[in-house]
């Protein structure tokens, strides 16, 4: 069964390609040749070029998953209407700095998502709405792949990995903390964990990714499949 | 294993680790914001984070939000100012200069030519708050939404036959809720409801189970799609409350999930699919609002006809 696809970044990732991929043995935890995927090609590029067609595609690509990080990090949905337009065109205007080197382009743009969602947060002094919290930790552990599109299959590979190393604690409090915007002291209270195990646990869970994302990007660039 | 840490180290990777989910104090962000390893973190939590929205589902961009953003991007492409070129120049202009503030304007897919041919109504806020007062005032109503059966015998109808025939499908489930349209202009609180559905009838056969359903009109207004549309509004009791306080309290503040975007052509029987946009867990009412051609994300609620479920 194909578990995790990836692609061998010997075809940069900046340019349309077919390249030879390769997924994860969950037990292992090595990788293996697998089948061979179409990487889509970046749009920053594009846009930062001003090509219009870029923007729309932009949009087709991406816009669901800003909106959705929207949603669960704000209180209505004007807000959230409100942060997608400041996000997108903050990643419009900052689109020439994307640097596929240093990491995805669907990682750019959530990471600025992200970085809006908690800025609007802090200015607006208050915190989201608290609900469709699920109290068995989320994110499903299982190695099977989600249905995620092809631009976030890689990034959702590594949160699933990063997950599946958790315990069911753990992960819950990440995904409140990250998938909601709950505050340390909200999970806290809504959770019995303490205070200090709360920050520990997103942390580490922070630290493990990083290290993941930073494994997958030196593979990439050596464009090796161990 | 892991090198033991210095205090300092610690101290760094506590602020990092707030930083990539919360935000800093000004004096704590200056110090790591510049930082390699404050970009990691960022990244680490933005792929967390597209994790858990993807394992829970991608919601799609909202037709009307995904409109306003392609004249945005239209707007920036053609190097045009911002600020002067959007019906929400004020976000725009934020955006573009980084300087985050809290967001007073929204746009709902509106333009200024489609707010002017489109018929007066009240207020939004007027209009729903006359509706609230008048459903509280006609607790009878709940007494016409019991029993109700749609009327099949009309003739010269304008639904499909296949719509037609897909409701008497319906109605044969086990389960099934019928509700009822309410007569709003009848207290004369509204004024969506005196323009558009004076003499309205018909109502809702809804299947919970499935989240199926389809509304019946009769005598609903016709309407120039170039205009104005109809748009259907399902407020589900399992959804939070509160988004959206200036509607109401309780289930009224909510968000409630958007269901189709419709037109009325001709006078006679017109059969609506519902096309709820998201799972309904407890449908608890039906309203159709005036809303401009596309419909809205989020509505001014300009009530034509609301129907209650027991």
Not at chain 1, 88 to 114: C, H, L, P, Q
């Amino acid at each position: 069964m194909l578990h995790t696809v990836r692609p061998a970044r010997s075809v940069p990732r900046d340019r349309p390609g077919v390249g030879r991929c390769v997924a994860w043995d969950p037990k292992e935890r090595a990788t293996i040749v697998s089948e061979t995927i179409t990487q889509p090609e970046d749009l920053l590029p594009s846009v930062a070029r001003g090509d219009p067609d870029a923007v729309q595609a932009c949009l087709d690509r991406y816009g669901a998953l800003v909106w959705s990080l929207a949603r669960r990090m704000c209180r209505s949905g004007a807000d959230a209407e409100d942060a997608v337009q400041e996000i997108f065109i903050s990643v419009w205007k900052n689109a020439g700095r994307f640097d596929a080197e240093k990491g995805s382009e669907v990682t750019f743009i959530a990471t600025i998502a992200r970085r809006r969602l908690i800025d609007r947060m802090r200015h607006a002094g208050r915190r989201p709405v608290e609900a469709n919290i699920d109290a068995g930790g989320g994110m499903a552990v299982s190695e099977d792949r989600v249905d995620a599109p092809v631009a976030m299959r890689d990034e959702v590979a590594v949160a699933s990995r990063a997950m599946a190393e958790l315990s069911e604690e753990q992960r819950r409090v990440l995904q409140m903390s990250i998938g909601y915007g709950l505050s340390h002291e909200k999970i806290a209270e809504a959770t019995g964990i303490p205070l200090g195990t709360v920050k520990t646990h997103i942390r580490r869970g922070l630290i493990r990714v990083r290290a993941l994302l930073e494994e997958q990007r030196e593979r990439s660039n050596r464009g090796i499949e161990a | 294993m892991t090198p033991p840490t210095q205090p300092h180290e610690e101290r760094l990777l506590d602020l990092l680790a707030l930083r990539a989910v919360e935000a800093l104090n000004e004096a704590d962000e200056a110090a790591v914001a510049s930082l390699d390893d404050a970009a990691a973190f960022d990244q680490a939590a933005a792929v967390l984070a597209m994790g858990f929205s993807v394992h829970e589902g991608l919601e799609p961009l909202p037709d009307s939000l995904r409109r306003g953003l392609e004249r945005l991007g239209r707007d920036l492409i053609a190097g045009r100012e911002l600020g002067n070129a959007s019906p929400v120049n004020g976000v725009a202009a934020r955006a573009a200069s980084d300087t985050v503030e809290p967001a007073p304007l929204r746009f709902n897919g509106r333009n200024s030519n489609q707010s002017e041919t489109r018929p007066e109504t009240s207020s939004h806020t007027s209009g729903w708050i006359g509706v609230l007062g008048w459903l509280a005032a006609a607790a009878c109503l709940a007494l016409a939404v019991i029993g109700w059966s749609l009327p099949r015998d009309t003739p010269a109808s304008s639904a499909p036959a296949s719509a037609e025939s897909l409701l008497a499908s319906l109605e044969t489930r086990p389960g099934i809720v019928r509700t009822s349209w309410v007569g709003l202009d009848a207290a004369g609180l509204n004024d969506a409801a005196h323009a558009y559905g004076r003499d309205l009838s018909g109502g809702v056969v809804w299947d919970p189970a499935t989240n199926e359903g389809y509304m019946v009109f009769e005598g609903l207004a016709s309407n120039d799609p170039a205009v104005f549309q109809y748009q259907l509004w399902i407020f589900d009791e399992t959804r939070p409350t509160g988004d959206l306080p200036q509607f109401g309290e309780g289930i009224l503040s909510q968000r409630p999930v958007p269901g189709a975007v419709f037109d009325v052509r001709g006078d006679g029987r017109v059969v609506v699919p519902v096309q709820a946009k998201l799972p309904v867990g407890k449908a608890v009412i039906f309203a159709v609002t005036v809303e401009p051609p596309g419909g809205v994300v989020v509505s001014d609620r300009d009530i034509v006809t609301l129907a209650l479920v027991n």
